[in-house]
């Protein structure tokens, strides 16, 4: 089971991005997606940055994978897609608008393509993608199904980190300050793990994200290792925290090699998630809820469902 490094979803200041793949040079992750997947403004690293930062991880020894865009609304993003799949590494597709700028390269079919099925998965397959990475909302049973179905393609689950839910052509962060898209003056970059939003009764449910919605609650699937191993899934992709990245990454590794107890390691890394950890999804339940240990291992050998 390998680690790997999703892109960063939120907006960091530039040297701090800088700073963050130096650190993460140093660290046991196997792949690091690199790349802007929210929003063209906040690509503020530039072509040639980019091409050094790949430089440098690959230097390292780090598979590097360019991420791009979920959802494009204007030729500016899609001229700044297609300048991002020539970069010499391979590229994340989350928009099947850039196939066409992805031929002859290795290419990895990321969390924002609609792959609920094996047949589906059997298509991407088809057109030579190397890697598919599991959108959050699939269960056990969805893809148990497509692992066993196409064996052939790697497979990633996202196992910690906000959930990516969903984008708009809006932009939630520029409405909720009383601004216009256009004139954002890319504000989400005050906002390093995203803006909370709360239900009525004042409980986390997500966290606003410029023109994407990820989960308050960050998902955990630690306790899930052995059964990835067993469903043939190869990589375990760490969301980038604002703070904590190389923390995490540590104690996902040190359960992978065995010198962390798993029930160890998820009091670990429950101090990193302060609105909770989920796994629902996994199991069938409501994304933002935790199945434990023994409902979910029921639920895994087919007893029962599981219980909250």
């Not at 063209?40 to 865009?69: C, H, N, P, Q, Y």
């Not at 066409?100 to 998965?121: Q, R």
């Not at 300050?177 to 409980?203: Q, V, W």
Request: aromatic letters at 8%; charged letters at 20%; proline letters at 6%.
């Amino acid at each position: 089971m390998k680690l790997s490094l999703g892109p960063i979803p939120f907006l960091w200041e530039k040297n701090k991005i800088i700073s963050f793949y130096k650190e993460i040079a140093g660290t046991p992750v196997s792949a690091v997606y690199i790349g802007e997947v929210v929003c063209s403004k906040r690509a503020i690293l530039g072509i040639d940055t980019l091409r050094t930062i790949a430089g440098m991880l690959a230097d390292a020894g780090k598979e590097v994978v360019v991420s791009t865009f979920g959802l494009m609304t204007n030729n500016e993003e899609l001229e700044l897609a297609e300048a991002l799949c020539k970069l010499p590494v391979p590229v994340e597709i989350n928009n099947m608008g850039i196939l066409n700028f992805c031929e002859g390269k290795e290419t990895v079919a990321g969390p924002h393509l609609a792959i609920y099925n094996a047949p589906t998965a059997g298509f991407y397959s088809s057109i030579g993608v190397k890697r598919i990475v599991f959108m959050p909302e699939l269960s056990m049973d969805a893809i148990k199904s497509i692992s066993s179905d196409v064996p052939e393609v790697e497979k990633e689950i996202i196992a910690f980190g906000n959930l990516p839910l969903a984008f708009s052509w809006r932009c939630y962060t520029a409405r909720a300050l009383g601004m216009s898209k256009s004139n954002c003056a890319i504000s989400c970059i005050k906002y390093p793990e995203g803006m909370p939003l709360e239900t009525m009764d004042r409980k986390p449910v997500y966290n606003i994200n410029g023109t994407q919605i990820v989960s308050a609650q960050k998902v955990c699937m630690i306790g899930e290792i052995e059964l990835f191993k067993d469903m043939g899934l190869s990589f375990l992709r760490i969301i980038p925290h604002a703070t904590a990245t190389s923390e995490i990454i540590d104690i996902f590794n040190r359960v992978i090699e065995g010198s962390l107890t798993k029930s160890k390691a998820l009091e670990d890394l429950r101090r990193f998630a302060p609105e909770g950890i989920s796994n629902g999804w996994f199991y069938g339940q409501p994304g933002w809820q935790y199945v434990g240990k023994e409902s979910a291992a029921a639920y895994a050998s087919g007893i029962s469902q599981p219980h909250i």
